[in-house]
């Protein structure tokens, strides 16, 4: 399968706590992109990678978030202390020129 | 404030007849314009796209169809079949090569009756 995975595909953690998540592109994609979905909205835009540079950040990305792209290929999203308010779907996608292509999405649910 | 609406949560069509979504957007910077389809516990699938200069666009049974002016898209599936029973986001973004963030719409959960 040569598609976009990502690893955990669920995850149930305590308030307060770190979590991370990983993303593994297309491999001939050299841009990556993360977005958040809640329940009755379509998916929004966290954050861009071209190649292992982060290029763009939405202002969802709270100082509590952080995303490494090293070496241009897998991504990784932290979250520190989440927050009730972190639990959704996150999905990363990626490309090379205007379509992007989405993994199955991780969910985080913080109790 | 959405700057791209999906107006209908949901749409139900009989198999074998035409599905027709609609997508509405304001900010006029918007120069590419996608179409995904979404099941339950997967990421969503890149169906179809246009670009501004173009008002049409076909791949199949799928055709989309973009009116600038009224800054209106919409998604035609003929004929529709039980298969494309999905949610049915509409995006966009303003680069026109797809290098930024993709703004989606809430989606619509389209419902094929046998």
């Known amino acids: 399968d040569t598609g976009v995975s990502q690893n955990p595909r669920h995850k149930i953690t305590k308030r307060g706590q770190n979590v991370t998540f990983r993303c593994d592109p297309i491999s001939e994609h050299n841009r990556l992109y993360w977005y958040r979905q809640t329940l009755g909205q379509g998916p929004e835009f966290l954050t861009y990678f071209q190649n292992e540079a982060q290029l763009e950040k939405s202002r969802l990305l709270s100082d509590r978030f952080s995303a490494e792209r090293p070496k241009g290929s897998f991504s990784t999203l932290e979250i520190q202390r989440t927050e009730q308010g972190d639990s959704a779907m996150y999905l990363c996608a990626s490309g090379v020129m205007s379509e992007q292509y989405f993994g199955p999405g991780t969910r985080l649910t913080v109790t | 404030d959405q700057q791209v609406k999906q107006n209908s949560p949901s749409l139900s069509v009989q198999e074998g007849r035409i599905s027709i979504l609609n997508c509405d957007y304001t900010?006029?910077?918007?120069?590419?314009f996608l179409w995904y389809k979404k099941y339950p516990a997967e990421g969503p699938t890149f169906l179809i796209s246009i670009s501004s200069i173009k008002d049409k666009n076909e791949d199949g049974r799928f055709t989309v169809f973009l009116n600038k002016s009224a800054k209106h898209l919409s998604l035609h599936i003929v004929p529709s079949q039980p298969g494309d029973s999905a949610v049915y986001f509409c995006a966009a973004s303003t680069l026109g090569g797809g290098a930024d963030g993709l703004t989606f719409g809430k989606g619509t959960h389209l419902i094929i009756q046998p």
């Open positions: 900010n006029s910077m918007f120069d590419y």
